[in-house]
């Protein structure tokens, strides 16, 4: 699970690796190929001392006419006068398809050059071809060596001319320029996988601030995109702010419906309950009683369908701290007789991310029903809990509610109180319209003795 956003898609991550993944194969393949130049450029340089040796040796050796055997040159290399210098020549006889040294080079000592066991006739059916390899030398040192079939004037049978000389500086040398190469070419891939993270990064910013200008707008922010964004995303910038447009005026369409119906409905049920009591009687009770219920069904299915049309529409916000303060003082004039205080903290730049009539009316109905339990004192918080979120409080010091209380508390038209003036339907209506903008209502036990009322409610950034 700790790696778990690795697996997500990433159009960033996608982008990276496969240009840092292409660069890395490509310096990679020039690396080996400038390697192998390399070695075969020393190589070759090292393949003509040989043969320029080998041309010494030819031009300088003769034939003793008495023994009628090959006589090496008098002098050829200060290292090959040496023993175990690392520089060899040797002058062989093919002699029933092997090798038999005649003549050596005193660096040989009393060694001699090896050679592959089909070097003869390998010479043979090429005379004149030089033919390379590999071998070991004296103190097992690595040799390249090289040998030529050639005849020498009076000489009987031909000659195999060898040469070889140590390639560990070679090798030596291979070596270092592959370190330094790969050091090179791997500071360099690092440098091209920065540059290709920078490269996509500053390509892809138009896209970060098209997803920027999107939470400003669905936050309240801004009613629209506005920025100046390449070829290839202003026809999206525009068809979002289209679909914005589209959808709040979706969103006023269905106001104005909602509104229609409720001065629909409304007006007959006001008629028949003016009638009703005017008219006393059973028939009348039942008209009123069942009237009244319809109001109050309609009420609610109202404040229902105007929530859910109201997150729908482009963000608003509204100062939770203005709300709070007005909320406080209607309702402690409205209950001055019974002498109560409402002490209430917000932070001035704390604001809901929705209509100020919802959060009048969520904020409202938490106070009235404290105000209407509570002994003397409410206590009203409302404070940032993340970025999207914050939390409204509110407790009294009244007798509070049992655990099955609570939960029965938030039914539509349940009422614990029968005395008390009500419908029932205000705790309801605030758990669907907290509900309606992703957010919640918990009851729980008030520190102050009664019940605390909590909504998670949407935060909109000052």
Request: aromatic content about 6%; glycine content about 6%; proline content about 5%.
């Amino acid at each position: 699970m700790k790696f778990e956003f690795l697996r997500r898609p990433s159009l960033v991550r996608r982008l990276v690796i496969l240009a840092a993944g292409w660069s890395l194969a490509v310096l990679l393949v020039t690396a080996l190929v400038l390697s192998m130049l390399f070695q075969q450029a020393a190589i070759r340089r090292f393949d003509q001392g040989l043969a320029e040796l080998i041309d010494n040796l030819t031009a300088g050796a003769t034939i003793d006419q008495a023994t009628k055997r090959p006589v090496g040159p008098a002098f050829t290399d200060l290292r090959a006068l040496r023993a175990y210098s690392g520089k060899y020549w040797q002058i062989s006889e093919p002699v029933n398809g092997v090798l038999r040294a005649r003549v050596r080079s005193r660096s040989l000592w009393d060694s001699e050059l090896k050679s592959p066991p089909d070097l003869a006739l390998r010479l043979a059916a090429d005379p004149g071809k030089p033919i390379f390899y590999d071998t070991r030398g004296p103190l097992n040192e690595p040799l390249r060596a090289m040998a030529t079939r050639a005849e020498l004037p009076g000489g009987e049978s031909p000659v195999v001319f060898m040469a070889a000389e140590d390639r560990s500086p070679v090798d030596r040398d291979i070596r270092n320029f592959v370190t330094a190469t790969s050091v090179a070419f791997l500071l360099l891939g690092i440098g091209m996988v920065a540059a290709v993270v920078i490269q996509v990064r500053v390509g892809l910013n138009p896209l970060f601030a098209l997803r920027h200008e999107v939470a400003y707008v669905r936050r309240g922010k801004r009613e629209r995109i506005e920025g100046a964004y390449p070829t290839e995303l202003k026809p999206l910038a525009d068809e979002l702010n289209a679909l914005m447009a589209h959808n709040q005026e979706v969103v006023e369409r269905q106001r104005t419906h909602v509104g229609n119906l409720a001065h629909a409905l409304k007006t007959p049920l006001s008629v028949m309950l003016a009638e009703s009591q005017a008219q006393p009687g059973p028939l009348a009770d039942v008209v009123t009683r069942q009237s009244e219920a319809m109001r109050q069904q309609v009420d609610h299915h109202l404040r229902r369908a105007r929530a859910a049309a109201r997150t729908q529409g482009s963000g608003e916000r509204t100062s939770v701290a203005d709300v709070l303060d007005e909320l406080s003082r209607t309702l402690e004039r409205i209950f001055q007789d019974k002498g109560v205080t409402i002490d209430w903290d917000a932070a001035d730049d704390l604001y809901f991310l929705g209509e100020r009539q919802d959060l009048l009316e969520l904020a409202g109905n938490a106070m009235e029903n404290a105000t209407k339990w509570c002994k003397a004192r409410v206590r009203v918080r409302a404070e940032m809990v993340s970025p999207e979120w914050l939390r409204l409080s509110v407790e009294d010091d009244g007798p509070g509610l049992t655990p099955a209380e609570r939960e029965a508390a938030v039914q539509r038209g349940a009422r614990l109180d029968e005395s008390a003036p009500g419908s029932g339907l205000g705790l309801n209506i605030m758990d669907e319209l907290a509900r309606a903008y992703g957010g919640a209502l918990k009851l729980d036990q008030a520190r102050l003795g009664g019940l605390s009322v909590v909504l998670e409610l949407p935060r909109a950034e000052a």
